[in-house]
């Protein structure tokens, strides 16, 4: 049983639409992560949050806004996304930022953009 | 910039046989960390085995066992006593221990591992 649960699993929207995907830990953790899992490409950290703030930013198109209000929560509104865009998201969380550290991810949110 | 390669995109093996899954990467760095991270299908990515650079022993987690060879850059896994349950997506990843966020792995694109009954 997971310890990182994301929502929705699948959401499918139109270019014009606007949407959010949830994330939430129940592992105490202090870190939490936005990947993006395209087929056949390696995962892309997105954004990075250390204790709610964010720390990281890897260049991501700003259509794509994050928000962490708690250490436990973290999410990712999308609105006016492209069709490219369509790929699993997956959040991760880890024990504050430090070395060596393990992930633990979500099963991720599956995204369609029509 | 450091990167990763897998090199075999696929690979399949017999429910009891072991099969070794190949990772290669590029640093100029001395100390680093090597993972193994699983993801089955349509479920979570889990680590699998972790190796930190300065140790020269390979890592060993039950039946799942790595071949770190440091001057080849090479970070194989070994599966032993394969089971159905091991088929997934295998990721290997990078990171260094110089700054930076912990989630910034490097990782490859991947292995899938099918398992034949």
């Known amino acids: 049983e997971t310890g990182v649960t994301q929502t929705p699993r699948h959401l499918v929207m139109g270019m014009t639409n606007k949407k959010s995907l949830k994330c939430e830990q129940h592992l105490g953790h202090n870190a939490m992560y936005w990947y993006k899992q395209s087929a056949k490409k390696p995962l892309e950290l997105m954004f990075v949050?250390?204790?709610?703030?964010?720390?990281e930013n890897n260049s991501v198109p700003s259509r794509f806004s994050p928000e962490c209000p708690n250490s436990s929560h973290l999410f990712l509104h999308l609105h006016t996304l492209q069709p490219e865009d369509s790929a699993l998201y997956l959040c991760a969380s880890s024990l504050e930022d430090s070395v060596g550290g393990e992930l633990f991810f979500g099963e991720g949110s599956r995204l369609t953009v029509l | 910039a450091q990167t990763v390669t897998q090199s075999q995109p696929e690979m399949s093996v017999q429910e009891a046989e072991t099969v070794t899954l190949s990772c290669t990467y590029d640093?100029?760095?001395?100390?680093?960390?090597l993972f193994w991270y699983k993801q089955p299908p349509s479920r979570q990515m889990i680590l699998v085995i972790r190796q930190e650079a300065y140790k020269q022993q390979n890592a060993t987690e039950n039946r799942f066992s790595v071949n770190f060879q440091k001057a080849a850059k090479s970070f194989s896994l070994k599966i032993s006593d394969s089971q159905l349950g091991d088929a997934a997506m295998y990721f290997c990843?990078?990171?260094?221990?110089?700054?930076?966020?912990?989630?910034?792995?490097?990782f490859g694109k991947g292995t899938k591992l099918s398992v034949k009954p």
């Open positions: 990843a990078y990171r260094s221990v110089y700054g930076g966020s912990q989630g910034n792995l490097i």
């Open positions: 640093t100029s760095e001395s100390d680093y960390y």
């Open positions: 949050y250390n204790f709610k703030e964010q720390t």
